[in-house]
């Protein structure tokens, strides 16, 4: 995650808003408790003029870290397990929100791939 989606979006922590996102637009961020130059949560400007609420997890945080609360978008940059992939959905369910991912299927055709591919499970 800080290797990644968290350079890509904000650039070095040394120097942020030299990513994706300009650096007049990050309000505030905070700091992953125990993990070196990692984000815990951005707030941004958004273009409306409101704040837009940017939360960075890993996988290893597990299911339960992904549980409760609302999202518009959810961005999986690498292949999940199945159930966080269930999480992640449901989590969008009731603000017509959008799940992205964005992974080489490094393992195969795994369950995961095929439902996002739309094939066909063997029986």
């Not at 994706?20 to 003029?49: C, N, Q």
């Amino acid at each position: 995650m800080r290797e990644i989606i968290q350079l890509k979006l904000f650039g070095t922590i040394g120097d942020l808003g030299t990513g994706m996102i300009p650096g007049d637009s990050i309000i505030a961020t905070t700091p992953k408790p125990g993990v070196p130059e990692a984000l815990e949560t951005a707030t941004i400007k958004h273009a409306s003029g409101g704040k837009s609420r940017l939360v960075l997890k890993s996988y290893d945080q597990g299911r339960d870290s992904f549980v409760g609360t609302e999202q518009h978008i959810v961005w999986l940059d690498e292949e999940c397990s199945e159930d966080v992939y269930v999480e992640c959905l449901t989590r969008t369910m009731t603000v017509d929100g959008m799940v992205i991912l964005t992974f080489t299927p490094l393992l195969g055709m795994t369950k995961l791939t095929k439902d996002f591919l739309g094939v066909k499970l063997d029986t």
